[in-house]
């Protein structure tokens, strides 16, 4: 397998956040990739649980600065980065007053989901790829992990579509079983809307949109699926076997499986 380009966009990842399956998978995945010989780039959101200081973070000036319009109102993308020193893997983190940094992860302290997390994802997704753009690091795969990232899909294919930096880009999704509480708001599909992101791409998506639409949604606009735990959402499942869209079934040897996957979602060019 030739060397790839594969762009880790994580909701959670260990030691910035407490271990967990998501958390210890956005960790070890981009690890063992990287050392199969594979190029990475690693982002996820600058939760405010994150210490900065602890975790080493700083800010890359070259990369911040951007503002991006959600709802009619201007939010700041500000970039930080930092290293994994015991995986080796350099991360980037999303980071903005509003939406990360001055709250906790996906709910607040009484344990209630944050009614704007859909707004949270739409700002992480559009931040992600424009920092991408930036860093002019063209990804042959774009592997989202976690439903932070799953509005990525949407917008690599309709939003960024013409962009040389994702113009011929694969997207594969990870579905694991850690959730929401509560829908993302009744103006989620509004503040979606972007670009070749039209309003009527959502119409087949409820009103109510919940985790489960929003998966859906990252499934539809997904070139390829993995079933990152044993116990997922089965209505997912069954969206990916309607769909026809390639599933990887849960691995435990993740490592070797997943880069398998990689060449069969996007295989060598001649």
């Known amino acids: 397998m030739a060397k790839k380009k594969i762009l880790f966009i994580n909701q959670e990842i260990a ?62 993308l500000i970039i930080k980065v930092a290293t994994i020193q015991t995986a080796r893997v350099a991360v980037y983190f999303i980071d903005n ?25 739409i700002f992480f997704a559009r931040g992600v790829l424009e920092t991408v753009k930036k860093l002019r690091w063209v990804p042959d795969i774009i592997h989202c992990q976690g439903w932070m990232s799953a509005v990525v899909p949407l917008y690599v294919k309709t939003a960024y579509h013409d962009e040389p930096s994702f113009a011929e880009t694969k997207v594969i999704t990870s579905l694991f079983a850690k959730s929401l509480k509560k829908d993302l ?54 969206h990916v076997a309607k769909k026809q869209i390639p599933l990887l079934g849960y691995q435990e040897d993740f490592a070797n499986a997943y880069e398998a996957f990689y060449d069969q979602i996007c295989p060598d060019k001649e």
């Open 97 to 121: 007053d509003d939406y990360f940094s001055k709250r906790r992860m996906t709910a607040d302290e009484s344990g209630e989901d944050y009614p704007d997390n859909g707004e949270r994802a």
């Open 15 to 76: 030691p910035y956040v407490e271990d967990n399956s998501l958390s210890i998978m956005g960790r070890e995945l981009p690890r063992a990739i990287q050392e199969q010989g594979h190029e990475i780039r690693t982002f996820m959101p600058k939760w405010g649980t994150i210490n900065e200081r602890r975790g080493q973070l700083h800010e890359v000036q070259r990369l911040s600065g951007m503002n991006l319009i959600i709802d009619d109102t201007d939010h700041p």
């Open 185 to 238: 708001g009744q103006n989620f599909k509004q503040c979606l809307s972007f670009r070749d992101a039209k309003p009527s791409l959502l119409d087949a998506y409820s009103d109510h949109f919940d985790v489960v639409e929003l998966g859906k949604m990252a499934i539809d606009y997904s070139d390829g699926i993995i079933q990152a735990e044993p116990e997922v959402c089965q209505e997912l499942l069954q």
